[in-house]
């Protein structure tokens, strides 16, 4: 099975930024779609950012559009968020996560997820 271990998670300033990183072993990690998701306290996980597994095509949610980026180095089996502009809203825990389809990603039917790395950001 494979492996998901997110860092790079930390407290930030608001208009700062943050780069997660994702690696992964234990499996076929370039044929797999990758995406994020974040969580912040008494509220449900959301969706962040897909790729494809060729890293081809990314997707975002639309509270994020223009400000995260994600990237993937399938080489290293890495994944990424880069996070600028970050603003108090985004505070939650980051997980990554991995499925077979962008789609299913989207939608959070992912096989496998990380244990997930703390955001901070201080106004």
């Known amino acids: 099975q494979v492996q998901l271990v997110e860092t790079g998670g930390g407290l930030v300033q608001a208009g700062g930024s943050l780069r997660l990183s994702c690696a992964a072993s234990g499996g076929a990690f370039g044929g797999y779609a990758m995406g994020w998701f974040r969580q912040a306290p008494g509220k449900e996980r959301e969706f962040v950012a897909s790729?494809?597994?060729?890293?081809?095509?990314?997707y975002y949610a639309d509270s994020v559009k223009d400000r995260f980026t994600i990237s993937r180095d399938n080489a290293k089996n890495l994944v990424y968020l880069q996070m600028n502009s970050l603003k108090f809203e985004d505070t939650a825990v980051y997980y990554c996560?991995?499925?077979?389809?962008?789609?299913?990603?989207?939608?959070?039917?992912?096989?496998?997820w990380g244990q997930g790395t703390q955001v901070t950001v201080s106004s």
């Open positions: 790729i494809t597994f060729s890293g081809a095509r990314t």
């Open positions: 996560a991995a499925a077979n389809l962008v789609s299913q990603v989207r939608i959070g039917q992912c096989e496998y």
